[in-house]
């Protein structure tokens, strides 16, 4: 990854740090740091290079926030990690692009460690893509893989294009050429 995403990346999350910190201060806020049914994702889209990070209450995702107690929660965790390691099952891109992937990274802390009540699971996914131009849109999918997920708060930044929103299972697309 290029040490220029790396900073566009930090940028957007600096500045969805300081949208948190300002909405946690305000009487009105939708979303708190770690509200179920509740994510986040970043996209950064630079030179041939797509990047998308996801975090996501464990909850959401395999049914509980703690290190797997039983077999049968072990075998949710393992169902669900690996449902993240496909790319293909979170986000669908437009063919055109012929966006490649080349990493995934999947973190979680569902472990006897672990030392918060409400465990987060992170990934991120790297591609490259021969056509960048032709990707306008990311369509998410996860909504399909992960029923309790709700919405989804998005923060893209492009070479012509920083915009933000709320994606849900009615609405799953980014459009990335605005």
């Known amino acids: 990854m290029s040490k220029a995403i790396q900073w566009s990346l930090a940028g ?11 909405a946690e201060l305000s009487p009105h806020a939708e979303h708190e740091a770690h509200e179920h049914g509740h ?9 041939t290079s797509l990047l998308l ?6 909850a959401d995702i395999v049914g509980f926030e703690h290190a ?8 949710q965790l393992d169902a ?6 496909q790319a293909d099952n979170l986000v669908d891109l437009e063919k055109s692009a012929g966006c490649q992937l080349q990493q995934v990274k999947v973190q979680h ?16 996914y790297v591609y490259s893509c021969q056509n960048p131009t032709e990707l306008n849109a990311i369509t ?7 029923a309790s997920l709700q919405d989804i708060d998005y923060q893209v930044m492009t070479q012509n294009h920083q915009g933000s929103g709320e994606l849900s299972p ?8 605005k």
């Open 170 to 177: 009615d609405n799953p697309q980014v459009e990335l050429q």
């Open 68 to 75: 797997p107690h039983t077999a049968a929660q072990k075998q």
């Open 109 to 124: 802390h569902l472990d006897d460690k672990a030392s918060t009540a409400h465990g987060d699971i992170e990934a991120s």
């Open 53 to 58: 990070e996801l975090k996501v209450p464990a």
């Open 39 to 47: 994510a986040t994702l970043n996209m950064a889209v630079e030179g």
């Open 12 to 22: 957007l999350w600096l500045g969805g740090s300081c949208m948190l910190s300002a």
């Open 140 to 146: 998410l999918t996860l909504f399909k893989h992960f």
């Open 80 to 85: 669900a990690l690996a449902t993240l390691h």
